[in-house]
DNA sequence: ACGATATATATCGGCTTCCGATATACATAA
DNA sequence: TTATGTATATCGGAAGCCGATATATATCGT
């Protein structure tokens, strides 16, 4: 799953939204570090409705706007979940290899005189 | 940055890694839910060099084959520490949303005296 | 009244990235 | 001698991202 397909969907994930308000709430969701564009977004929306994971929740009319709202099928939030724990995991296991290369310091100097690092750890 | 680079840059987080090296390790430390292919890897490889993440650590001939290791730079393990709190940040988010959206019932479930349009599941 | 900004939809084309296929080469196991 | 594993790398098609563009209405400031 892409990024942005992770973002729209944890968009979603609450309530059902229309492209406009994804595209807000995913700047606000990531404290304004992730900035789904515009051309971007649909792409991603007939995606995730051929793949099952949204489907077209309702059409309103607000103030002479036409606004287009998606939801999450049960499917939907089943592939949030999982690649949420995905996501999770990655973060973990980077952090986790950080705080060893720390220690072994081997990691982040210049390679030794001899061949034979590669010691133990991993 | 893309999840393959994030990938990369957390197998050469503990220590320094060849190639083919770094094929194994993604799709170790991923329990399998990640596999980086070969095709991907170079072009990774080439980006990260170029934006100053990671350089050439060593080349060594191993049993009449060349290792190519590369290491994280310090700008490198910063990049990479950043991106896992971003991670772990959407990952979070997302886990929140999900339990939210089933307290408040009316996303998951059709919508109300609608047109009827794309009913359960997809 | 007019222009700028915000809301809201959507498409197009170029660029980047991904990935299957392919190529080369040596070691080991069946 | 055939297949599998290790190890490098490229190529071309496909997928995905994004800036620019188009259309339309509402609001706010000047």
Redesign the pocket.
Known sequence: M????FFVLTALADQPR????IL?EVEELSDGTVQ?????L???LD?LTSGGLIVLDREEV???????YYRLTDEGVRALEAEADRLAAGAGAAKRRIAEGRRAPGAALPPATGPGLAGGLA
Do not use: S
């Open positions: 892409t990024q942005a397909a229309h492209g406009y308000g807000r789904l564009r515009v051309g971007t649909y792409g991603v995606r607000q103030q002479g706007r036409l606004r287009r």
